[in-house]
């Protein structure tokens, strides 16, 4: 799916002594298939944005347009692309209720409208997509899992829906390392299995560097730098500016750069730091 | 010669799980001296026993087997809890949810106003308190308007205000965005360098390489425990730990034949020594 | 996002003179007025009421329209008791709207109640709005204290109080969150009948009751962490004390006092 975001505008509390503009005038495009990074400080307006993005919030000017149709129509195309664009929230283990696991993560494709056999086989398969064994968790209580199994039964409640696009909001978000790297990489092997669109919202230059092909800035409410890894990467003054730091193999580079070592800054990961070094060092 | 101000003997401690299946330790027979006036920092994966540890130390958790002392007080005398708990001070996790007051300075007091001190001191103290942590001007405020790390360094001023000797955080910036987690870890400096006592639970190995001594937890047992340094160079196999980039950088230079000595674990080492080299 | 902005319970922030009362005195300055109006048996208790209570929103210095939003909600309330006194009262009537009659006697007393209530809604809304809810539940807790002797847990209650508005924001915030998340998945809050609205606000309830406990485990913890250990021995940063400007409140509401009571008594 395609995602076209014009001129998009949005304002908390219009009219009222505290009115904020949230979002001003963003516009950018997701192609289907791509792998974008969303970075930007506290308050910036992501959490808006992505809101905005699959049709929880309507904007107060501008557009969401998905595959050719505005998502903020009332009709029923609009509504059906809606429904194939998944959301999932920081620290999605807090919207767990039901009795099982199984129950939970069906209650997406039950509001969709799907046969119990259909969600049944949906979550069991979403379930599998997440590294949790159907047949031991389906019939656990949801509260009575650690931390790690209880966000990844949360995303599967996502997943279960078949999106065409995922949305991630920090979905690492006080996992410890190990943690940390099981969820991108499981991330990454769905995006692969599904052909799905991603948009990771993180506060983590690694990760973005590693795994994006594209990255979205955005400042007070605006998108103000757009482009590859390498291209926002380059621009250190800018970035920190902004408040934001570079990914650690690239901001290494600069600084032996700033020596007046004759390295390229261009390097993105720790294999390309360590090759970069090898050549000018080794 | 320091002192030590937590003592931990042979502490055992495993919590009684509901849904069957027998009681793994999350402690499983820990000795450890913290002294005073030092910076430790603790870390571990989840479910390596570091937060159970951190409850040891002011009497929140009895050991099953073994022996907490702080100053000499047992933890597990009913009588000093208090005392023990004045002593030494904790910051959790959640900036939300360890805050009681709606307005800033009134939780700052809580801890003051529990121990019985006189009005007027509390006064001062919570001024101070909030002067060191730089939450002075915003101490009228409710904190439901702070960001995280603001609020987490109210939690630290109100343990400051109870003037305890040792503060404890459990993975204080866990649930902070990177700002948040430079404005916590800056005070902990700052707190260090005026003569308290820290210890630091944490699972980024970035916080922990601050601090002077590094006690490494796994499966319920202490598998390292000493300088940043030293865990750096360690050659063993420790499970799950993500090394500082600059150490793990180094590493696989060596094997490329790059020389990189083995006391370089920073950026700025790693920086300086291969731009002398050029 | 906006919600967390909103101040609670509709405090109007000032320095007036009846802002700086000590909240004892306003909270024992409200129950007299509330009680007053219930001395009242003619409207010219009311006018002096009516005197009385203008006179102390004027030295507040809160805008009227913020007196009036405190209206709305009962807005309802005073429409259907002004017609249920209106038509259900027997006596002399003045005119007919078919099988319904209007009587004098109706009239009167239509309108006795609704001044009442106005006045009622007035006074106690105007505590709210020149005094902070945290200041409140700390008079509340000092007026309650004598009753330790009885068991009454005064500090207890008003510990739970303190937690309760520190908290509530924090609790707005996770309702709004988890009902996005839930709408995420396709939930619908908003359609279908009584029944089937309730069942569907059970995954926006058993989260939000999970978070609650989870919220309160931790802050217990904290709590203890801190020495909490109940009232016993506690002493208060902010101290409160009487100053001359209570004295001249409790005066004044004497004097207002005494004057309803003869009004009362005075009737032939």
């Known amino acids: 799916m395609r995602i076209e975001v014009k001129g998009l505008t949005h304002i908390y509390s219009e009219g009222m002594p505290f009115e904020t503009v949230a979002l001003e005038d963003v516009s950018f495009t997701l192609q289907p298939g791509s792998f974008a990074g969303l970075i930007g400080h506290t308050g910036s307006g992501k959490s808006t944005l992505i809101q905005h993005l699959n049709g929880l919030l309507r904007p107060v000017e501008g557009a969401v347009i998905a595959d050719g149709v505005d998502i903020a129509e009332k009709s029923d195309a609009a509504r059906a692309l809606r429904r194939r664009i998944g959301l999932v929230f920081q620290y999605p283990e807090y919207q767990l209720f039901e009795e099982t696991v199984l129950r939970d993560v069906c209650f997406g494709p039950k509001n969709l409208g799907f046969s119990q056999e259909e969600c049944e086989a949906r979550a069991l398969h979403a379930l599998s997509l997440v590294g949790l064994d159907g047949e031991t968790f389906r019939d656990r209580s949801p509260f009575g899992l650690s931390g790690g199994e209880k966000r990844r039964v949360a995303i599967a409640g996502v997943l279960a829906m078949e999106p065409d696009v995922l949305i991630l909001d920090e979905p690492t978000a006080g996992l410890d390392p190990a943690g940390h790297r099981a969820v991108l990489d499981m991330v990454q092997e769905i995006k692969r299995e599904r052909d799905l669109t991603i948009l990771l919202v993180t506060h983590n230059m690694d990760d973005v560097a590693r795994l994006a092909d ?69 | 010669m320091s002192e030590a101000i937590i003592e931990i003997e042979q502490v055992v401690f495993s919590y009684v799980r509901e849904e069957g299946g027998e009681n793994i330790p999350a402690l499983d027979g820990v000795d450890l001296e913290i002294l005073e006036g030092s910076f430790v920092a603790v870390i571990g994966p989840n479910g390596s026993g570091k937060s159970t540890l951190a409850k040891c130390f002011n009497a929140l958790l009895l050991p099953e087997k073994g022996r907490v002392r702080v100053r000499g007080m047992d933890t597990g005398d009913d009588e000093r809890v208090w005392d023990i708990r004045k002593t030494v001070g904790m910051v959790f996790q959640n900036p939300d949810n360890q805050l009681v007051s709606s307005i800033v300075e009134d939780d700052v007091a809580f801890g003051p106003e529990n121990l019985g001190v006189e009005p007027a001191e509390i006064r001062e103290r919570v001024d101070a308190a909030l002067r060191s942590v730089d939450m002075y001007e915003h101490r009228k405020k409710g904190p439901h308007l702070l960001s995280g790390g603001q609020k987490q360094r109210i939690a630290i001023a109100g343990v400051l205000a109870m003037e305890s000797e040792c503060i404890v955080l459990d993975e204080p910036t866990a649930m902070l965005d990177p700002s948040g987690r430079r404005e916590v870890m800056e005070i902990i400096r700052r707190l260090h360098a005026r003569g308290k006592t820290i210890v630091l639970i944490t699972h980024f190995m ?73 | 996002m906006a919600i967390k902005d909103i101040t609670l319970g509709q405090y109007f922030p ?8 000590d909240p004892r005195t306003k909270i024992l300055g409200t129950f007299v007025f509330i009680i007053s109006l219930f001395i009242v048996n003619r409207f010219a208790g009311f006018a002096i009421a009516a005197v009385f209570l203008g006179a102390v929103i004027a030295a507040s210095r809160v805008p009227l329209k913020f007196m009036l939003k405190g209206l709305r909600p009962i ?3 005073i429409v259907f008791s002004t017609l249920l006194n209106l038509f259900v009262t027997t006596g002399t009537p003045i005119f007919q709207i078919g099988p319904l009659s209007v009587t004098e006697e109706g009239v009167y007393r239509a309108s006795f109640m609704v001044i009442r209530l106005i006045l009622l809604i007035f006074g106690s809304s105007l505590l709210t709005l020149v005094t902070k809810p945290i200041t409140l539940t700390d008079g509340i807790e000092r007026l309650l204290s004598p009753m330790n002797i009885v068991k009454l847990p005064s500090h207890e209650l008003a510990m739970m109080m303190t937690i309760a508005l520190r908290f509530i924001p ?94 009362r008594l005075v009737t032939a």
């Open chain 2, 206 to 278: 970035e916080e922990a390489a601050q601090a002077d001594r590094i006690v490494v937890m796994e499966k319920g047992r202490i598998a390292f425990d000493g300088t940043p340094g030293e865990l750096f160079t360690h050659s063993g196999d420790l499970q799950d730990l993500d090394m500082p980039f600059a150490v793990q950088l180094a590493a696989r230079l060596r094997k490329r034949g790059i020389d990189v000595p083995k006391d370089a674990i920073s950026e700025m080492d790693l920086v300086e020594f291969l731009c002398a080299s050029k």
């Open chain 1, 214 to 282: 594209r990255v979205l800035v955005m400042e007070k409410g605006r998108l103000v730098m757009e482009g590859t890894p390498g291209e926002i990467f380059s621009k250190e003054q800018e970035l920190h500016r902004l408040g934001l730091s570079l990914p650690q193999a690239t901001r290494l580079m600069k600084r032996l750069e700033e020596k007046g070592c004759p390295v390229q800054t261009d390097v993105l990961t720790f294999e390309e730091a360590e090759e970069q070094i090898v050549k000018v060092f080794g």
């Open chain 3, 75 to 77: 807005l309802f309330l």
């Open chain 3, 170 to 263: 924090t609790l707005l915030d996770e309702t709004d969150k988890i009902m996005k998340a839930q709408t995420a998945r396709g939930a619908d809050f908003e359609s279908g009948n009584l029944f089937r609205r309730a069942k569907g606000l059970i995954p926006l309830l058993v989260p939000l009751f999970v978070s609650a406990f989870r919220i309160a485990a931790d802050l217990a913890m904290a709590m203890e962490a801190r020495c909490y250990r109940g009232g016993k021995g506690r002493t208060r940063m902010n101290g409160m004390a009487f100053t001359g400007l209570d004295a001249l409140a409790f005066l004044v509401l004497a004097v207002y006092f005494g004057s309803i009571v003869y009004v």
């Open chain 3, 14 to 21: 000032g320095e007036s003179a009846v802002h700086r009362l």
